[in-house]
Antibody, heavy 121, light 111 residues
């Protein structure tokens, strides 16, 4: 069974950097899937942040692109998110998720449980 | 404001059939498949429908999806109390805003 688990600080100071890691078990991060970050502000909908392929290819949400870096560590079977210049608007539950590919179709099939990150002094 | 448009709420009595719409444009739903996710309170989203109308293993056949042009729809028949949740549609955006886009979510209430 594929499992994803987010980890990282739950509190970030304004203007600071939000750093999260997603540990993957039950699947190889080097498989032909895309590894994503999605966030959900309190009481709001889902917002896609970006994704990475094990080859290192990344795609970011244009609205966050200038502040986001997603990287992969194949030796640890995990991938990470860095979001710089944090503001209160970045307070959200952050999910890591896998996008699977099947016969040319793509979809989020596995999600982590989510971790709440609060940006506050 | 979300790229994909969903009604904020929907409701139905147990046993009834409800439908949730998702409207987009040619560069997302018009070009790519639509997926649907169910989010129970306090939990992560769960894949409900992929490739417009395909159900993953374990999803009851009470859930069905369809797509026509730049709109998609999720139907739930034989409504049950455990179906009370938030539902999100998603599609890949092929235009300048390249990436995944979600609907704003629909909160389903079982009366």
């Amino acid at each position: 069974q594929v499992q994803l688990q987010e980890s990282g600080p739950g509190l970030v100071k304004p203007s600071g950097t939000l750093s999260l890691t997603c540990a993957v078990s039950g699947a190889s991060i080097s498989s032909n899937n895309w590894w994503n970050w999605v966030r959900q502000a309190p009481g709001k909908g889902l917002e896609w942040i970006g994704e990475i392929h094990h080859s290192g290819t990344t795609t970011y949400n244009p609205s966050l692109k200038s502040r986001v870096t997603i990287s992969v560590d194949r030796s640890k079977n995990q991938f990470s998110l860095k979001l710089t210049s944090g503001t209160a608007a970045d307070t959200a539950v952050y999910y890591c998720a896998r996008v699977a590919q099947l016969l040319g179709e793509y979809y989020f099939d596995y999600w982590g449980q989510g971790t709440l990150v609060t940006v506050s002094s | 404001q979300s790229v994909l448009t969903q009604p904020p709420s929907a409701s139905g009595a147990p046993g009834q059939r409800v439908s949730i719409s998702c409207s987009g444009r040619s560069s997302n739903i018009g070009t790519n498949s639509v997926n649907w996710y169910q989010q129970l309170p306090g939990t992560a989203p769960k894949l409900l429908i992929y490739s417009n109308n395909q159900r993953p293993s374990g999803v009851p056949d009470r859930f069905s999806g369809s797509k026509s042009g730049t709109s998609a729809s999720l139907a739930i028949s034989g409504l049950q109390s455990e179906d009370e949740a938030d539902y999100y549609c998603a599609a890949w955006e092929s235009d300048s805003l390249i990436g995944w886009v979600f609907g704003g979510g629909t909160k389903l209430t079982v009366l």
